[in-house]
C-alpha cells in the first residue's frame, strides 16, 4: 500500500525548485479532484513543501498535519532550520555530496528503530532529491484552519528541538508525543491514523 503511494506521488527531483514540489503536489491532487480544499500530511523535508503549498495555494489548505516535519519560517529553509553547526554544515555538504546520505547514514538515522528487513529496504529505495528542498526558501504561508503536529522523541534525524520549532511555526493547535524515530508512520503507524482522523474530524467540524 505504502509503496503504490510513493509511486504516485513522482516528486520532481533533478534540479527543481522548491516549488515545483509544491506544484506537483497540487497537481497530483487535483488529478483526484480539481479544485477540492487540500489536507496536507507532510513529514520531515515535506514540511518546507508543505510551508510553500500554503504560500501558493494556502486558500485551498483545510488542515496540516507535520510528522516530525521541518517547518520553516517564511524566507528560511528546510538547512536554515536546522541547529548549529548543522546549519552551516548542510549546505556545503549538499553541494559536495548531493542529498542520498551514505548506507550506514540512513540506516542509522532513517532506520533507527526499525527491523532490519525494513532498513534494507529504505537503504535500496532510497532517491536522491534537488538540492533546493533542503535549501529553497519558503514564501510566506497562509495557515489553515486546522493545525496540528505529530513529534517524535527518538527521532535522530530532526531533533525534537526542531520539531517543537516547527510545531511553533505552524501553531499547531495540538502537538503530540510519539516515542518512535524518525519515521512513525513504519513505527507506530496507530499514531499516525489516530493523528490524521483527529485532523480530518476537525476539518469537517
Not at 488529478?31 to 480539481?34: C, M, S, W
Not at 507532510?42 to 515535506?46: E, L
Not at 533507527?112 to 532490519?116: C, I, R, T, V, Y
Given at each position: 500500500m505504502l509503496d503504490e503511494v510513493v509511486e504516485r506521488l513522482e516528486p520532481p527531483r533533478g534540479r527543481a525548485p522548491l516549488s515545483a514540489y509544491a506544484t506537483a503536489a497540487l497537481e497530483q491532487a487535483d488529478?483526484?479532484?480539481?479544485a477540492?480544499?487540500?489536507v496536507v500530511v507532510?513529514?520531515?523535508?515535506?514540511g518546507a513543501v508543505a510551508a510553500q503549498l500554503m504560500a501558493q495555494a494556502g486558500d485551498r489548505v483545510v488542515g496540516v498535519l507535520g510528522v516530525?516535519?521541518?517547518i520553516p519560517r517564511p524566507g528560511r529553509s528546510f538547512a536554515a532550520t536546522m541547529p548549529l553547526p548543522a546549519r552551516a554544515l548542510l549546505p556545503v555538504m549538499l553541494r559536495l555530496a548531493g542529498t542520498r546520505p551514505p548506507d550506514g547514514a540512513i540506516r542509522k538515522g532513517l532506520g533507527?528503530?526499525?527491523?532490519?528487513d525494513v532498513v534494507r529496504g529504505l537503504v535500496e529505495d532510497y532517491a536522491a532529491e534537488s538540492r533546493a528542498l533542503f535549501l529553497g526558501r519558503t514564501g510566506a504561508p497562509v495557515l489553515p484552519p486546522v493545525r496540528r503536529y505529530l513529534l517524535a522523541t527518538r527521532d535522530r534525524e530532526v531533533p525534537p528541538a526542531v520539531q517543537r520549532r516547527s510545531a511553533a511555526t505552524l501553531q499547531a493547535q495540538h502537538v503530540t508525543e510519539v516515542t518512535t524515530g524518525h519515521l512513525p508512520l513504519l513505527e507506530d503507524p496507530d499514531a499516525v491514523l489516530r493523528e490524521l482522523q483527529e485532523l480530518l474530524d476537525h476539518v469537517g467540524d
Open positions: 488529478q483526484q479532484a480539481r477540492k480544499p487540500l507532510a513529514h520531515s523535508a515535506g516530525c516535519a521541518v533507527a528503530g526499525l527491523p532490519e
